[in-house]
């Protein structure tokens, strides 16, 4: 029977090692590629946000999950992009982005705008900016390094 110590020796590794392959792949991506999909998903936004209800595109899931979907996707995004950048002031000015986008369907044919939508949004952008924040410090990837 193994002992507990070999055990925690070889969840160590196998941790490390995925630590390890994280890091590489976080800076094999250039960074250019990975603004440019945040920016993107801005763009994105914007425009699932503003189409007329006529146009509207949706999923099977409530609107809550997609907007903290599609808000921690962007944030996540956007923080390996500008891994300089607080995770806090990522996330607060997508909370921000979503109370305007929220306030502007107000004047969208068939959309209304809901504060619950933004709190929503701002969740997920709370979400993934911290996230993309814990995975850059635990995994010491340097996404800045060689571009």
Known sequence: ?????????RSAAALSVVRGLIASTLDAIPTALIRRSAWACVVGIAYLSLVPHSMEIRTPLPGGLE???AYAGAAALMK???????????????FAYSGLMEASQ????????EFEGALWSGAGAFIGASTAECLLRWTGANLLSSR
Do not use: C, E, N, Q
Not at 80 to 94: D, Q, S, V
Not at 106 to 113: K, N, P
């Open 1 to 9: 029977m193994p002992s507990r110590k070999s055990d925690s020796r």
């Open 67 to 69: 907007h903290v979907i």
């Open 80 to 94: 390996l992009g500008y891994p300089r950048r607080a995770f806090w002031f990522i996330a607060t000015a997508f």
């Open 106 to 113: 107000a004047f969208v044919d068939g959309r209304h705008s």
